[in-house]
Nanobody, 112 residues
Framework: VQLQASGGGLVQPGGSLRLSCAAS????????MGWYRQAPGKQRELVAL????????TYADSVKGRFTISRDNAKNLVYLQMISLKPEDTAVYYC??????WGKGTQVTVSS
């Protein structure tokens, strides 16, 4: 399985971005997908998870109510819609699948 994240960029506080993660390869083996982030000098942390079959989701407390993870199984895509962005959301965002599979990260910078 290969993952490719995209959609990052520079946005002002209060702004929005949507990240996408494209999965290829043996995708039938993927039952859960996640978004993680790593800010400079900090450990990588979980942002959101989604069960690909049921759509059930879970979020870090810091992003609840602002971020939404979703999936399009037909297109093998997982999204992370982010609104009301804060400077502390600045990080490299990674998508993840079970088995230690990581996509190349995408930088999100929230700054005025």
């Amino acid at each position: 399985v290969q993952l490719q994240a995209s959609g990052g960029g520079l946005v002002q506080p209060g702004g929005s971005l949507r990240l996408s993660c494209a999965a290829s390869g043996n995708i039938l083996s993927i039952n859960v997908m996640g978004w993680y982030r790593q800010a400079p000098g900090k450990q990588r942390e979980l942002v959101a998870l989604i069960i690909t079959s049921s759509g059930k989701t879970t979020y870090a407390d810091s992003v609840k109510g602002r971020f939404t993870i979703s999936r399009d199984n037909a297109k093998n895509l997982v999204y992370l819609q982010m609104i009301s962005l804060k400077p502390e959301d600045t990080a490299v965002y990674y998508c993840n699948a079970p088995g230690g599979i990581w996509g190349k990260g995408t930088q999100v910078t929230v700054s005025s």
